[in-house]
């Protein structure tokens, strides 16, 4: 069955014509193939090689940059989405009296719901454990977790 590549979404032709991917860049032309055939040379090859991996340096690079430019605004958009989805459906959110929001307007201004404690450990017990963080809940308690280095 023939389909139109255009409109199939895992298609090249497709993510090029909808800004996916890089259309124009002159990376690209070296990806192009070239029916002339040339006579074997050391020297050539070795220049062709490491041209080939500088190419491909550079369009990983512009690749990147393209994909940051192209997911700039996802974070705004995505928070909009979310208020506009809380305004829609407010009406399913449980209802909170004045006094109770007020209280709790007091609590957070007074006190954080939670601080970073740092602890270290001695070089000694430090081969066998590593370094870990302890978040100081409000209530009293003490959360361990481990920290990625």
Same mark, same amino acid.
Request: charged fraction near 35%; hydrophobic fraction near 40%.
């Given at each position: 069955?023939?389909?139109? %590549?255009?409109?199939?979404?895992?298609?090249?032709?497709?993510?090029?014509?909808?800004?996916?991917?890089? #259309?124009?860049?002159? @990376?690209? @032309?070296? $990806?192009?193939?070239?029916? *002339?055939?040339?006579?074997?040379?050391?020297?050539?090859?070795?220049?062709?090689?490491? $041209?080939?991996?500088?190419?491909?340096?550079?369009?990983?690079?512009?690749?990147?940059?393209?994909?940051?430019?192209?997911?700039?605004?996802?974070?705004?958009? +995505?928070?909009?989405?979310?208020?506009?989805? *809380?305004?829609?459906?407010?009406?399913?959110?449980?209802?909170?009296?004045?006094?109770?929001?007020?209280?709790?307007?007091?609590?957070?201004?007074?006190? %954080?719901?939670?601080?970073?404690?740092?602890? +270290?450990? %001695?070089?000694?017990?430090? $081969?066998?454990?590593?370094?870990?963080?302890?978040?100081?809940?409000?209530?009293?308690?003490?959360?361990?977790?481990?920290? #990625?280095?």
């Amino acid at each position: 069955m023939k389909r139109n %590549p255009r409109k199939l979404k895992w298609t090249k032709a497709f993510r090029k014509s909808a800004g996916k991917e890089m #259309v124009v860049d002159s @990376t690209l @032309t070296f $990806a192009a193939r070239r029916n *002339v055939p040339v006579r074997y040379n050391r020297d050539l090859v070795a220049t062709t090689l490491k $041209a080939m991996q500088r190419v491909s340096e550079i369009r990983a690079k512009r690749e990147r940059v393209f994909y940051k430019n192209r997911m700039a605004g996802n974070k705004q958009r +995505e928070k909009a989405a979310n208020l506009k989805l *809380v305004a829609e459906n407010e009406h399913l959110l449980p209802r909170v009296k004045g006094s109770e929001k007020i209280a709790a307007e007091a609590t957070e201004a007074e006190e %954080p719901l939670a601080e970073e404690l740092v602890v +270290e450990i %001695p070089a000694q017990k430090l $081969a066998k454990v590593k370094k870990l963080k302890q978040r100081l809940m409000v209530n009293g308690g003490v959360e361990d977790r481990m920290d #990625v280095d």
